[in-house]
């Protein structure tokens, strides 16, 4: 199982890569069309109580900060090395399988993409949890069997890959 555990995070990273580098695309788009709109709004000058001119620009400049961060997320993807990761205890890179009463939930623990959710053969529906999510704070460093406890609700971890 842990082979094909290497396997199922390598094309789960694959995947998120190539969903975030599309984000990146649109994100790009959307910076110069806000940008085509800034030159093109009115300013000061022309309309002495518009100020889309300057929101227009407050917005490029959000838009390039997510860029940033999109960008930076694949580059720690790319860096990411799934086959060299521990199987014993919950780290960064690891497949978690926790039971809530009967039912059987899947994390892959990623440095982003936080809310993803894959559907594997293998595992059925894997969601990737951040490392600054609640959950994954109170997984991190537990083994097999370990138990946490989010609220009123205990988690039992059943594997780890």
Known sequence: MNKEAVIIKGLIVEKLVKILTETALLTKKKIEQTRRAAIEAPGRMQ???????????????????????????IEMLHEFKVNKLSFDKVTMGSIVQ????????????????????????????????A??????????DKRKDDS????????????VF
């Open 131 to 140: 490392p600054e999510a609640p959950i994954t704070k109170l997984l991190l």
């Open 148 to 159: 946490v406890l989010i609220g009123s609700r205990k988690l039992y971890i059943v594997s």
């Open 47 to 73: 309309s002495r109580y518009d100020s889309s001119k300057q929101e227009y620009s407050y917005q490029v400049d959000g838009l390039q900060k997510s860029l940033l961060k999109i960008q930076q997320g």
């Open 98 to 129: 926790v039971r809530k009463n009967s039912e059987k939930i899947f994390y892959f623990i990623l440095p982003v993409g936080g809310g993803n959710v894959f559907e594997t053969e293998q595992f059925g529906k894997i969601t990737i949890i």
